[in-house]
């Protein structure tokens, strides 16, 4: 049965977190309990040998929302979604998807809650060039932000995120392009600035782009945003802040199946990675195809 063969840690030997103090500390309450396999990995290749060591039991992404993204696509890549349970111990910067699913940014705490937990069927999202997303990916503002943020980011960790979205709030003109969900055009009046689809809540540090997220009730969220003046954007800005945005009379927020954007040339950013412009962007549900140790009470209501 899945879950009760071996547990496999990836950690990337590339990031930064891999020199955290506390992840002995989490490997060390793992190891409490379970027969603990640590896979220091460098590409893709170490990344999906883990990932066959961990067949029949669990593999443990160690870090952030980009390690939680290449697990998972090394287990659609051996096509072993049936055959393994992933488990989250977070260290990285972000940290989105960890927040939707209520397991604690305090890895030694995830740790346990990675023991104490059963592995539940989460959805996943893939797009027409058949990548994976597991958080959410979005085009438009968010995407441009991303980029903008990346010297900020450096300097100032998290709050870059901010520091780009108001730059790319202020200067950028919105795309032309046309949505359509579940085969039903979306109507704007105006250029887009933003579409966002996903299974998590959060964005960019912390951002609830996508407040009412669910990873397991089987549908993907989308947002549609378009323009007004500069002014009314930050007013957005303001109320994204607070999950609030989807109350606003230039948003569209709806749970559908699938997510087709076609026009203006574009990037979308695919779980905090940039991927390349291109003029149609699709998005569909995979209903509880990912084995996912995550607490039963998950997601947990939005703070006030």
């Known amino acids: 049965m899945t879950g009760t063969g071996p547990w496999v840690a ?43 060591a961990a067949r029949g039991g669990v593999v443990v992404a160690v870090g952030g929302d980009g390690s939680i993204h ?13 055959d393994v349970e992933l488990a989250i111990v977070p260290l990285g ?18 740790a346990r809650q990675a023991l104490d937990s059963d592995a539940r069927l989460a959805d996943l999202i893939r797009d027409s060039d058949d990548r994976l997303v597991v958080n959410a990916a979005h085009i438009g503002l968010g995407a441009e932000a991303n980029i903008k943020a990346e010297p900020w980011k450096k300097a100032f960790g998290p709050v870059g995120y901010a520091v780009g979205a108001v730059i790319t709030g202020v200067v950028g003109k919105g795309i032309r392009a046309s949505v359509t969900v579940d085969g039903q055009p979306v109507h704007s009046p105006r250029r887009l600035i933003q579409v966002a689809v996903g299974n998590g809540r959060y964005v960019g540090g912390g951002a609830p782009l996508l407040p009412e997220a669910d990873p397991f009730d089987g549908s993907l969220d989308v947002a549609v945003v378009w323009a007004h003046a500069r002014w009314k954007r930050l007013a957005y800005a303001w109320r994204l802040r607070r999950g609030r945005h989807p109350m606003r009379d230039d948003v569209v927020y709806l749970k559908v199946h699938e997510v087709t954007v076609t026009g203006e040339s574009t990037p979308a950013n695919l779980d905090g990675e940039i991927a390349s412009p291109s003029t149609r962007h699709a998005w569909r549900v995979e209903p509880g195809r990912l084995r996912l140790r995550a607490p039963a009470g998950a997601p947990p209501d939005l703070p006030d």
Do not use: K
């Open 10 to 52: 990836v950690v990337n030997a590339q990031a930064g977190s891999s020199d955290d103090p506390r992840l002995e500390e989490a490997l060390e309450t793992l190891r409490t309990q379970v027969t603990l396999e640590v896979r220091s990995t460098e590409d893709a290749d170490d990344l999906r040998e883990a990932v066959r």
């Open 70 to 82: 290449a697990v998972v696509t090394a287990i659609d890549d051996l096509d072993q979604f049936d």
């Open 93 to 110: 910067t972000g940290n989105d998807f960890v927040r939707t699913l209520g397991i604690s940014d305090d890895p030694v705490e995830a």
